[in-house]
T-cell receptor, first 112, second 117 residues
Framework: KQEVTQIPAALSVPEGENLVLNCSFTDSAIYNLQWFRQDPGKGLTSLLLIQSSQREQTSGRLNASLDKSSGRSTLYIAASQPGDSATYLCAVRLNYGQNFVFGPGTRLSVLP | EPEVTQTPSHQVTQMGQEVILRCVPISNHLYFYWYRQILGQKVEFLVSFYNNEISEKSEIFDDQFSVERPDGSNFTLKIRSTKLEDSAMYFC???????????????FGPGTRLTVT
């Protein structure tokens, strides 16, 4: 059964710092991996999708990498801003299924 | 930009009552999903739907739950007899055919907060 973990559970940084969020998964037979942002009490906003054949994806200040063989993905946020404060969720989709398995999230606070 | 919409945003119901949560997926998407998130917990998969039938479901999706695509635009989740533990945020999602470079990217709606009293 696929398990997804995220480290750290919570992170507080001053504005302007670069930071890395980590996601690990136990079954490397994934189809793709998606990073989401969730604001308190709100829905999920898709940030980046990485297919299993890709190593990384970039969007603006965000860069996500994927190392399928080691079961890891990282989300790099450059020059963090207070508006980046949210919970960041990692989700993996297995080759043989359609649903995502979500991690517990990393709660990020960027202090002005 | 196309988006997934859900109604209502908040539903309060009494234990034992039936509820129907509604979703309008993105119009050219073919795969539809329901997830739920109990307060403070992980997002959990409930069911996926393709070609007018359930393609996958989790152990959470028992006989109390059903899904339907009653017309060309709506996708509904029905809970027949709600329990206290059904209180959660329910998210609908949709994805495309998987042929594009961003195939199967799931787009989520804003959620319906279900409170069972």
């Amino acid at each position: 059964k696929q398990e997804v973990t995220q480290i750290p559970a919570a992170l507080s940084v001053p504005e302007g710092e670069n930071l890395v969020l980590n996601c690990s998964f136990t079954d490397s037979a994934i189809y793709n991996l998606q990073w989401f942002r969730q604001d308190p009490g709100k829905g999920l906003t898709s940030l980046l999708l990485i297919q299993s054949s890709q190593r990384e994806q970039t969007s603006g200040r965000l860069n996500a990498s994927l190392d399928k063989s080691s079961g890891r993905s990282t989300l790099y946020i450059a020059a963090s801003q207070p508006g980046d404060s949210a919970t960041y969720l990692c989700a993996v989709r297995l080759n043989y299924g359609q649903n995502f398995v979500f991690g517990p999230g990393t709660r990020l606070s960027v202090l002005p | 930009e196309p988006e997934v919409t859900q109604t209502p945003s908040h539903q309060v119901t009494q234990m034992g009552q039936e509820v129907i949560l509604r979703c309008v997926p993105i119009s050219n998407h073919l795969y539809f999903y329901w997830y739920r998130q109990i307060l403070g917990q992980k997002v959990e998969f409930l069911v996926s739907f393709y070609n007018n039938e359930i393609s996958e479901k989790s152990e959470i999706f028992d006989d109390q739950f059903s899904v339907e695509r009653p017309d060309g635009s709506n996708f509904t989740l029905k809970i027949r007899s709600t329990k206290l533990e059904d209180s959660a945020m329910y998210f609908c999602a949709s994805s495309d055919s998987g042929e594009a470079y961003n195939g199967y990217e799931q787009y989520f709606g804003p959620g319906t907060r279900l409170t069972v009293t």
